[in-house]
């Protein structure tokens, strides 16, 4: 069976590669680096590669990097960390491979005549689940293991666990085990599961959320903005507004997993639908274009049209797989 064939594969793979962690740790030992922190080789040192960066050399990680342009190495080659030439340079320094580069074409460019053999990628570039699927079987095509990641934090984030970032993953179980003490250090790591397009799906859910929220925000500023109110007033009042909201998405979840969903609902689609006309009305008398608000408001109102007004919006869902499709 195919599946046993890439299994076993990636089994024999793993102790090979334990091996060459270990010996990479030995090196490093005689070499008067501390022993127990893998060695890592990132490539790419943007805002996110250069905090990436920062957090490993703080932990004490031997760590190499390369950067298409040099000059962003210079302060990190300071801080301890060994500068490749070239990509391949930097991939042939160490088994464990971090790429934090701008898309996933630059990946592919990065990495076109680059010898992956017996290297472990984890790829933390931004990307779709498609291009984590196709860059996870390319990657074992060229005779590397891979794990896909999506970084839900912004720079200052990073190495501050207080701060709450972490980073997704997705691929091989073992693999992500083996590798977590130190793909944990800059952020906390999180298993998504073993298909490599997950993590990617799970970062652009999360973060099409995001914008919703911001899309909500900027409508609300927009209001204010109309009169002579001061918005730095006006944002804990949102942010307060917004936390206290966020968690009715546990409600939706428990509706989407029975498919009952009435059950516990304070605020019926027929009772918000006969609402909307007031927020259309209040945006149009304070000049504020309905723009953001009106295709969610036009949803709603399509749903109540199919009998649905005892339920609260969670068939929204519903109707944009059934418009996506
Ligand atoms: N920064 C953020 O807030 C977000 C947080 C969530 C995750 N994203 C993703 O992380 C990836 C890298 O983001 P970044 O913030 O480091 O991005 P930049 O500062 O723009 O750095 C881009 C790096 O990519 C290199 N690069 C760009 N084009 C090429 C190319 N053609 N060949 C080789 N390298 C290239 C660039 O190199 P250079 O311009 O310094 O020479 C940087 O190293 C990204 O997927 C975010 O979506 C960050």
């Known amino acids: ?3 046993t064939a890439v299994e076993h594969t990636v089994t024999d793979h ?17 070499a008067g680096v501390p022993v127990g922190k ?15 960066a920062r957090a490993w050399l703080a932990a004490g990680h031997p760590l190499t990097v390369w950067n298409r342009t040099p000059a962003r190495a210079e302060a990190l080659a300071a801080e301890g960390a060994t500068v490749a030439a070239t990509a391949a340079e930097a991939v042939a320094a160490n088994p464990l491979v971090v790429v934090c580069l701008l898309d996933d074409a630059t990946v592919g460019d990065v990495l076109a005549d680059v010898d ?11 990307g779709t689940p498609a291009q984590a699927r196709e860059r996870a079987a390319w990657a074992r095509q060229r005779g590397a293991r891979y794990l896909d990641g999506g970084i839900m934090a912004v720079p200052p984030m990073v190495g501050i666990p207080q701060a709450g970032g972490y980073v997704l993953y997705s691929g091989a179980p073992d693999l992500f085990e083996q590798h977590r003490p130190a793909l944990a250090v800059p952020l906390a790591a999180t298993w998504t599961g073993e298909d490599p397009g997950f993590a990617a799906l799970h970062d652009i859910a999360l973060l099409s959320a995001m914008y919703g929220m911001f899309a909500g925000a900027a409508h609300a500023f927009a209001l204010i903005r109309t009169e002579d109110i001061d918005p730095t007033a006006f944002a804990p009042l949102l942010a307060d507004w917004l936390a206290a909201m966020a968690p009715s998405v546990h409600q939706t979840a428990e509706h989407l997993r029975t498919g009952d969903y009435t059950k516990n609902v304070t605020s019926p689609l027929a009772m918000q639908v006969a609402g909307t006309p007031t927020f259309l009305a209040t945006a149009e008398q304070q000049g504020v274009s309905p723009e953001l608000l009106a295709p969610y408001f036009e949803l709603m109102r399509r749903r109540l049209g199919e009998g649905s007004g005892e339920e609260d919006l969670t068939g929204v869902v519903d109707l944009l797989l059934r418009s996506g499709a």
């Open 14 to 30: 793993a102790a090979v590669e334990h091996t060459a962690v270990e010996h990479a740790l030995v090196e490093h030992a005689a």
């Open 1 to 3: 069976m195919a599946h």
């Open 38 to 52: 893998a060695p890592v080789t990132l490539l790419g040192l943007g805002a996110m590669g250069t905090a990436l």
């Open 116 to 126: 992956l053999t017996g290297r472990d990628l984890v790829n933390l570039t931004t």
